[in-house]
């Protein structure tokens, strides 16, 4: 409940300020002819998955400049891993015993997967709503597209119809807002809050991160 209620919250949040952005008077007024690498970033945070255990997740950007006014198109790749949560691992067991006492009519003695674990391997692209506030600070909102590979892994489940259930590649949509700071014209720090919904998962992630500059600046960017 505690992870739905941060969800909703988000949302509302994400929502107001990407519109908000798109009628700011202070919105970065530029426009690149074509998308150019400009820059990579590092960063660390905590995940909040619906079906397992909080982890800590580990990502980078890749900064492809403005696709339009306002609006930076950014790659991104994350990695976390973590346990299931012990009510889905009860799950898979009370199916196993279903499968197996429906075939044989006979009870099956009490079953025990052991832990199982979860991981997340995920390409993605965000679209960031950009805007300046004072203080040099930026700030932006939008939205996602990722491809994630989850991966189920566990002694006892290997080879099993749960492995399989487990490993699937699925596509996810996010919502996010951010604010970073330019330390100097090629050095700065972001943070970012995000929620993606998957088929049958649901993230909420806040992370923290370093970027490296290896292109200009654009106007409103910059200290």
Same mark, same amino acid.
Not at 151 to 160: E, L, R, W
Not at 163 to 183: I, S
């Given at each position: 409940?505690?992870?739905?209620?941060?969800?909703?919250?988000?949302?509302?949040?994400?929502?107001?300020?990407?519109?908000?952005?798109?009628?700011?008077?202070?919105?970065?007024?530029?426009?690149?002819?074509?998308?150019?690498?400009?820059?990579?970033?590092?960063? +660390?945070? $905590?995940?909040?998955?619906?079906? @397992?255990?909080? /982890?800590?997740?580990?990502? &980078?950007?890749?900064?492809? !400049?403005?696709?339009?006014?306002?609006?930076?198109?950014?790659?991104?790749?994350?990695?976390?891993?973590?346990?299931?949560?012990?009510?889905?691992?009860?799950?898979?067991?009370?199916?196993?015993?279903?499968?197996?006492?429906?075939?044989?009519?006979?009870?099956?003695?009490?079953?025990?997967?052991?832990?199982?674990?979860?991981?997340?391997?995920?390409?993605?692209?965000?679209?960031?709503?950009?805007?300046?506030?004072?203080?040099?600070? +930026?700030? $932006?909102?939008?939205?996602?597209? @990722?491809?994630? /590979?989850?991966?189920?892994? &566990?002694?006892?489940?290997? !080879?099993?119809?749960?492995?399989?259930?487990?490993?699937?590649?699925?596509?996810?949509?996010?919502?996010?807002?951010?604010?970073?700071?330019?330390?100097?014209?090629?050095?700065?720090?972001?943070?970012?809050?995000?929620?993606?919904?998957?088929?049958?998962?649901?993230?909420?992630?806040?992370?923290?991160?370093?970027?490296?500059?290896?292109?200009?600046?654009?106007?409103?960017?910059?200290?």
């Amino acid at each position: 409940m505690a992870v739905l209620r941060m969800s909703v919250g988000f949302i509302a949040i994400a929502l107001f300020c990407t519109f908000s952005a798109a009628h700011a008077q202070d919105t970065t007024d530029f426009d690149f002819n074509r998308l150019a690498f400009r820059g990579f970033g590092i960063d +660390l945070g $905590y995940v909040y998955p619906t079906r @397992t255990e909080r /982890a800590v997740s580990y990502g &980078g950007r890749f900064d492809m !400049g403005y696709a339009r006014p306002g609006l930076r198109v950014v790659p991104h790749v994350s990695y976390w891993s973590a346990p299931l949560l012990v009510d889905e691992v009860a799950e898979f067991e009370d199916r196993i015993v279903a499968l197996v006492e429906g075939q044989t009519g006979d009870p099956l003695p009490q079953l025990n997967l052991g832990p199982i674990n979860w991981q997340d391997v995920a390409f993605g692209v965000d679209t960031h709503v950009v805007w300046d506030t004072p203080f040099d600070l +930026l700030t $932006y909102g939008g939205l996602g597209v @990722t491809v994630h /590979a989850l991966k189920g892994y &566990g002694d006892a489940i290997q !080879g099993t119809f749960i492995d399989e259930l487990l490993n699937t590649v699925t596509a996810g949509f996010n919502l996010h807002f951010g604010a970073e700071y330019p330390f100097t014209s090629s050095f700065r720090a972001y943070g970012v809050a995000k929620y993606e919904v998957l088929s049958d998962l649901q993230l909420f992630n806040l992370s923290v991160g370093w970027q490296i500059m290896t292109g200009p600046s654009a106007p409103g960017e910059e200290r």
